[in-house]
């Protein structure tokens, strides 16, 4: 009887819209490499001055990515067994509810929900906009289509020096098979 080789940590792609948990993504990229994830940062365009793409790509040891490379260029991220958008916006669960490809992190969203990959979505929107009816059809399709949700905001804190409540996320992230 043969053993079975070390399988490598899998690869989750944590795509992070601009929202205030996007400063502090670092500390959910560490809590998934403890987790046994290798986690590779892919931001929106705006999400890029949100967030410390150096820092992340010494931490993860993987470039951020935020732009579609050229035809010839290398893919320089591992393929991924999952994905998880930390924080969504409004305008990013919208715009991806609708099939709209128009920046690199919602082609890779759009082509996970088409190859039925695992995804994990926490919503972040302000109240009036969590209660604007599109962005409620919005989650319903992404839920109808095989993502996973936080409850809207699950991740805020209690009080405003309160850290992210990453706990919201890590959960529906199961531990990867060793």
């Given at each position: 009887?043969?053993?079975?080789?070390?399988?490598?940590?899998?690869?989750?792609?944590?795509?992070?819209?601009?929202?205030?948990?996007?400063?502090?993504?670092?500390?959910?990229?560490?809590?998934?490499?403890?987790?046994g994830w290798t986690v590779c940062v892919i931001a929106t365009p705006e999400a890029v001055s949100w967030i410390d793409p150096q820092a992340l790509a010494e931490q993860t040891s993987h470039p951020v990515r935020s732009t579609h490379r050229r035809p010839d260029d290398p893919d320089v991220l591992p393929p991924a067994d999952a994905l998880a958008v930390v924080p969504a916006t409004f305008n990013t669960i919208n715009k991806w509810a609708a099939g709209i490809s128009d920046t690199f992190a919602l082609g890779i969203l759009n082509e996970a929900l088409g190859l039925g990959m695992p995804v994990v979505v926490a919503p972040y929107a302000k109240p009036p906009l969590a209660a604007h009816g599109a962005f409620q059809r919005s989650l319903e399709f992404l839920r109808d289509s095989g993502a996973t949700l936080t409850p809207t905001e699950a991740i805020r804190p209690h009080q405003p020096d309160e850290p992210f409540r990453w706990s919201a996320v890590l959960p529906l992230l199961t531990r990867p098979a060793q």
């Open positions: 009887m043969g053993s079975t080789p070390h399988r490598p940590d899998r690869v989750l792609y944590l795509v992070v819209c601009a929202a205030p948990p996007a400063r502090a993504i670092g500390e959910l990229v560490d809590l998934l490499q403890q987790n």
